[in-house]
């Protein structure tokens, strides 16, 4: 398989202090992989820094995206290139309907208009898979949203935008378990069509109906294990101490 996304020796700090200590990871094109660790270990950091967040610098390193240095490149730039990040704790727009949001973002991506109609019969098929109803789309984006709805709208933008690389981070965090059994139907649908996860959890909830190809397991800003799906079920059992000692 292509590899799709490959960081070396990647070095990030924000402000005065270094998060990142050289993060080696490659994820190959239709992979989905895992990645754990104790809290301040560096692993949101990780998915703000290949999507370019101004507040993380990068001192040292090179990430590529399908073999193409993309270290230096915009984050609107990395988004049309096909990278989603979706968020612990989206924000809310007022003015744009999340519908308007998707819509744009696809057009800006494909650099094609997109029908109307065309939209609206994806929106529908889309909403009857998370069990959303229609009006949702119509909403300001996140505006009085609850935590869950907040998630079920990154899935939809995740299903609707159908990137290349898919970053989620604590997606299922604050959810009921109904509503991490949703947004679990979303990203298996994703995956199921082919598409490249790296899914950033402290939970394995939302891991219960997925494929996994690997899991590593970050700490003190290096991933310090790397193993099969097995690695998985390790941590529930024992927790991250027998990994980072």
């Known amino acids: 398989m292509q590899s799709l996304l490959k960081i070396e020796n990647l070095h990030v700090s924000v402000g005065e202090k270094d998060i990142l200590k050289g993060v080696d990871l490659e994820i190959k094109q239709g992979e989905t992989h895992v990645l754990m660790g104790p809290n301040g270990a560096g692993k949101s ?22 073999d ?15 990278i989603f990040l979706s968020f612990q704790d989206p924000i809310a727009v007022p003015g744009i309907s999340l519908g308007n949001f998707v819509r744009s973002a696809l057009e800006q991506g494909t650099k094609t208009h997109i029908k109307l109609w065309d939209f609206k019969k994806k929106t529908k098929a889309v909403c009857e898979l998370l069990n959303m109803n229609e009006s949702y789309a119509d909403r300001d984006l996140n505006v009085g949203f609850s935590g869950g709805e907040k998630k079920k709208a990154e899935i939809f ?31 298996k649908e994703f995956q199921k069509n082919g598409g ?4 950033i959890t402290h ?43």
Do not use: C, W
């Open 45 to 66: 950091t990780l998915g703000h820094a290949i999507m370019n967040d101004p507040k993380y610098e990068v001192k040292e390193g090179k990430i590529f995206f399908e």
């Open 68 to 82: 193409e240095d993309i270290t230096e490149e915009s984050t609107d730039k990395r988004a049309q290139k096909g």
């Open 157 to 187: 933008q995740l299903l609707m935008l159908n990137p290349k690389l898919a970053i989620l981070d604590e997606t299922d965090s604050g959810l009921d378990v109904d509503a991490v059994k949703t947004v679990s139907e979303g990203v």
């Open 196 to 199: 490249t996860l790296l899914i």
């Open 203 to 245: 939970s394995t909830r939302i891991l219960d109906n997925l494929n996994v190809d690997k899991t590593h397991i970050l700490f003190d800003g290096k991933i310090v294990k790397t193993e099969g799906p097995e690695l998985v079920n390790q941590i529930n059992e024992k927790g991250f101490e027998d990994f980072i000692k």
